[in-house]
């Protein structure tokens, strides 16, 4: 932890605004930014995409495209990232520690740079266990805090992460790519009050934004805030609250049993059980903690995971009176 705490103090200010991400333009401004999650489909039938980029467009100011979600192939971040963002969207690639080791990683974030993409979520990744294919070799070369610090690497001082200087062959500027790096923060494992240097580990390794863990316990998360706040690390990285709409009893009783990391109130539960129309009371609670997290100190915006639901988020950000979005 100490070690953390020197590199911190000497870490770079928030923002650098050399990414030209629409995202961290956004944020440099004091928007409070939606960002929304779209999970691509596992064929390559293109209308079903084509769906959820128009459910989305419009609706947020970037859009996170996972990488292997749940460890069950899919067609890759980068790939649909590239298709998102000729259909005029901003996209946050997704990048896991599961499935490439640091040639591959470089590589593809290099061939991303060079397709237009800006914006990179660095994570550590599902286990495959819990996926499709449990009997594929997982990689895991790097965890998701050396990720973001080789990234950070190659953007800021131009190296790979082998200490080589990134070159090309001519006088021009163009060399490393620019990324708006993302990481992921849980404040529901335990120990909790361990959770926040965890943050701060990633904040020393470069990480310019983060983006939670699905909340639904409203109280872990406000002392998670608070802890972020009373050592300023809202001052060196934008936070944004993860939500996931429930649907249905059945999925609050899922959340709650079968996901680690994932904390549902009874309350919460009882709510949804009580409820004439368990969609629109789950959709109520989504909009309603947005509207909670506007007003809470160090939240700078809400990153929406309406898993296989992209449909929703139009209306949960009109809900929580947040459209039109605002102009880059
Ligand atoms: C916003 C968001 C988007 C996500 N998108 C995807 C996705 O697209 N694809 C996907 O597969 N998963 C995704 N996940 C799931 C995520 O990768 C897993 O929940 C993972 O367990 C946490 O990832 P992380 O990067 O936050 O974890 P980390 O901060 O890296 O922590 C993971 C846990 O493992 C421990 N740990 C980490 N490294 C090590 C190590 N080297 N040795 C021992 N313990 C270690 C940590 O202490 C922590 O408890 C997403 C999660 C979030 C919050």
């Known amino acids: 932890m100490t070690e953390g705490r020197e590199e911190l103090s000497e870490m770079k200010e928030y923002s650098t605004l050399?990414?030209?991400?629409?995202?961290?333009?956004?944020?440099a401004k004091g928007e409070f930014v939606v960002t929304g999650e779209l999970g691509p489909p596992k064929s390559v039938d293109p209308e079903k995409l084509d769906e959820k980029i128009k459910a989305l467009r419009g609706a947020v100011d970037a859009v996170n495209i996972t990488d292997n979600?749940?460890?069950?192939?899919?067609?890759?971040?980068?790939?649909?990232?590239?298709?998102?963002?000729?259909?005029?969207?901003?996209?946050?690639?997704?990048?896991?520690?599961?499935?490439?080791?640091r040639l591959a990683i470089q590589a593809d974030i290099m061939g991303?740079?060079?397709?237009?993409?800006?914006?990179?979520?660095?994570?550590?990744g599902d286990h495959q266990v819990f996926g499709n294919h449990p009997q594929a070799k997982h990689v895991y070369d790097m965890d998701s805090i050396q990720l973001i610090k080789m990234i950070s690497d190659m953007c800021d001082k131009g190296i790979f992460q082998c200490g080589e200087e990134i070159k090309n062959n001519k006088k021009s500027d163009v060399k490393a790519p620019k990324?708006?790096?993302?990481?992921?923060?849980?404040?529901?494992?335990?120990?909790?009050?361990?959770?926040?240097n965890r943050l701060e580990k990633k904040i020393a390794a470069g990480v310019d934004f983060?983006?939670?863990?699905?909340?639904y316990d409203m109280d872990i998360f406000s002392r998670w805030m608070e802890?972020?706040?009373?050592?300023?690390?809202?001052?060196?990285?934008?936070?944004?609250?993860?939500?996931?709409?429930?649907?249905?009893?059945?999925?609050?009783?899922?959340?709650?049993?079968?996901?680690?990391?994932?904390i549902v109130p009874d309350p919460l539960l009882k709510r949804i059980a009580d409820a004439e129309d368990p969609?629109?009371?789950?959709?109520?609670?989504?909009?309603?903690?947005?509207r909670a997290f506007r007003n809470m100190e160090g939240v700078a915006g809400v990153h929406i995971m309406a898993i296989e639901w992209e449909k929703a988020v139009r209306g949960i950000v009109d809900n929580a009176g947040l459209l039109p979005r605002p102009a880059v």
Not at 18 to 27: P, R
Not at 179 to 196: K, L
Not at 233 to 258: C, D, E, Q, W
Not at 279 to 290: H, R, Y
């Open 112 to 124: 991303a740079s060079l397709h237009g993409l800006k914006n990179l979520l660095c994570l550590s």
């Open 279 to 290: 969609k629109a009371e789950g959709l109520a609670v989504c909009s309603e903690q947005i």
């Open 179 to 196: 990324y708006f790096i993302g990481g992921a923060a849980n404040p529901f494992v335990e120990p909790f009050e361990w959770r926040v």
């Open 210 to 215: 983060i983006q939670t863990q699905c909340i």
């Open 69 to 101: 979600q749940t460890a069950i192939v899919r067609i890759s971040s980068i790939g649909t990232g590239v298709y998102a963002l000729k259909a005029g969207l901003e996209p946050v690639i997704q990048m896991t520690c599961r499935d490439r080791n």
């Open 18 to 27: 050399n990414s030209g991400s629409n995202l961290e333009k956004l944020l």
């Open 227 to 262: 802890q972020v706040v009373a050592r300023g690390l809202h001052k060196k990285v934008k936070i944004l609250a993860g939500v996931t709409p429930i649907r249905s009893f059945g999925m609050a009783k899922y959340m709650k049993n079968s996901v680690a990391g994932v």
